[in-house]
């Protein structure tokens, strides 16, 4: 499974950003897929997760209510949604992939597929 994210960029404090990662491969619906961030300086951290179907959901404390993830199986895509930013969500946010087994986590480690990384920066 090759990850391809986008959509990052320069927004102002309060604003809104949509990421994008787009999968290659035939075993994209059968993955769960997550969201993680890293902030200058520190290390890299859990944002969010979504089941395979997409009728799981999972997110960190200090993202909840203000971002969402979602994907679209037919596009090989999963999205997250960042309403309400804020200087501290400044980071390179990456997707990741692995096989599901039925519940979804938010280690690292399990997860097999990175993508690039795509820049967000929220000024204040």
């Known amino acids: 499974v090759q990850l391809q994210a986008s959509g990052g960029g320069l927004v102002q404090a309060g604003g809104s950003l949509r990421l994008s990662c787009a999968a290659s491969?035939?075993?994209?619906?059968?993955?769960?897929m997550g969201w993680f961030r890293q902030a200058p300086g520190k290390e890299r951290e859990f944002v969010a997760a979504?089941?395979?179907?997409?009728?799981?959901?999972f997110y960190t404390d200090s993202v909840k209510g203000r971002f969402t993830i979602s994907r679209d199986n037919v596009k090989n895509t999963v999205y997250l949604q960042m309403n309400s930013l804020k200087p501290e969500d400044t980071a390179v946010y990456y997707c990741?992939?692995?096989?599901?087994?039925?519940?979804?986590?938010?280690?690292?480690?399990?997860?097999?597929?990175w993508g690039q990384g795509t820049l967000v920066t929220v000024s204040s």
């Open positions: 979504v089941s395979w179907s997409g009728g799981s959901l």
């Open positions: 491969g035939r075993t994209f619906s059968s993955n769960d």
């Open positions: 990741a992939a692995r096989p599901s087994t039925g519940r979804i986590v938010a280690d690292q480690r399990q997860y097999v597929w």
